[in-house]
């Protein structure tokens, strides 16, 4: 089945430096990325995403990148604050409209 | 965009009870699907509740075990039977508009 594992499954930085999570999947007919934020004891949000016909996507301190060809994406967090701290999870979509959640980061911003 | 309602948000029940949980969304959607999620842990797919049809189950799931009804383009129900304290969990019910996944608040089972 479809495969989706994200790296690291924890990340501690300090308030203003950057993050980045790596997300690797199996399944080479993905063609939507997308990055949810969950908060603790919140739902999971979108907060970018990406399709298959374009490498990268920027929002403000976000952007996503996407190197299909070794079926991975990133997510980039430039200038991080203490409400970036959260879980992120990616959730590639499968050929079949499946959405798969990646296990999740665990993303900690110290002031 | 699309607004999830969930209900009930939490419950206590008893072990070999069933609990029903309701998903309304504020717009018609093409697709719906029920996840749980343990503390800690990421989302699983329990099924894809088609619309005039049986849903279609994950891997480890069942329909007698977690039955699903959709009578139309803008609600679910998920039951959980039989419960038992490994049942305990948040289950999230969840629907896409375009490629966009919107979530509800969750509903938080913990069974005795």
């Known amino acids: 089945g479809e495969n989706v594992e994200q790296h690291p499954s924890t990340l501690s930085v300090q308030e203003g430096d950057s993050a980045v999570i790596k997300c690797t999947y199996s399944d080479s007919a993905s063609n939507y990325f997308p990055w949810y934020k969950q908060e603790l004891g919140k739902r999971p949000q979108l907060i970018i995403d990406?399709?298959?016909?374009?490498g990268e996507k920027k929002d403000q301190r976000i952007a996503v990148t996407l190197n299909k060809t070794a079926k991975h994406f990133s997510l980039h967090i430039t200038e991080t604050q203490p409400e970036d701290s959260a879980v992120y999870f990616c959730a590639p979509k499968t050929s079949y409209d499946k959405v798969i959640f990646g296990p999740g980061t665990s993303l900690s911003v110290i002031p | 965009s699309a607004v999830i309602s969930q209900k009930p948000s939490r419950d206590i029940c008893q072990r070999g009870t069933s609990l029903t949980i309701q998903c309304q969304v504020d717009s018609q959607v093409t697709m719906m699907f029920w996840y749980r999620q343990q503390p800690g842990q990421s989302l699983t797919l329990i099924a894809t509740?088609?619309?005039?049809?049986?849903?279609?189950?994950e891997s480890g799931f069942v329909i007698d075990k977690f039955p699903i009804s959709r009578p139309n383009l803008t609600f679910s129900t998920l039951t959980v039977s039989n419960m038992s304290p490994e049942d305990s969990s948040i289950y999230l019910c969840?629907?896409?508009?375009?490629?966009?996944?919107?979530f509800g608040a969750g509903t938080r089972l913990s069974v005795l």
């Open positions: 990406i399709r298959s016909n374009v």
């Open positions: 969840s629907a896409t508009q375009g490629a966009i996944q919107y």
């Open positions: 509740a088609n619309q005039g049809s049986e849903a279609t189950y």
